[in-house]
């Protein structure tokens, strides 16, 4: 069992920045794979980015390449996503994930543990 919390969403002009951070409860955080997913007004909620267990492997949405970065810190039971050079339609809830197993995968119904989300809003 794992219990995530998500902190750090806000809102921010576009072009700006926010780090997310999503602190998990429990001592084998380390074996979870960690995925950021967001869900925008009347759409289904999407794969952002997502790290293995190491966090050696990270994958991302087309969307948010090159402009995201996931990362993970084992030791602090927490996982962070960096948000960069942030779009309107960015806009979401941002919801941290936990799915006990090796692959990062891009499906809500694979992942078993959710935060309660946290609100992004870029502005035009």
């Known amino acids: 069992q794992v219990q995530l919390v998500e902190s750090g969403g806000g809102l921010v002009q576009a072009g700006g920045s926010l780090r997310l951070s999503c602190a998990a409860s429990?001592?084998?955080?380390?074996?979870?794979?960690m995925a950021w997913f967001r869900q925008a007004p009347g759409k289904e909620r999407e794969f952002v980015a997502g790290?293995?267990?190491?966090?050696?492997?990270?994958y991302y949405a087309d969307s948010v390449k090159g402009r995201f970065t996931i990362s993970r810190d084992n030791a602090k039971n927490t996982a962070f996503l960096q948000m960069n050079s942030l779009k309107p339609e960015d806009t979401a809830v941002y919801f941290c994930?936990?799915?006990?197993?090796?692959?990062?995968?891009?499906?809500?119904?694979?992942?078993?543990?959710w935060g309660q989300g946290t609100q992004v809003t870029v502005s035009s």
């Open positions: 429990g001592r084998t955080f380390s074996r979870y794979v």
């Open positions: 790290v293995s267990r190491s966090g050696g492997s990270t």
């Open positions: 994930a936990a799915r006990f197993g090796q692959d990062v995968l891009v499906s809500t119904d694979r992942y078993g543990y």
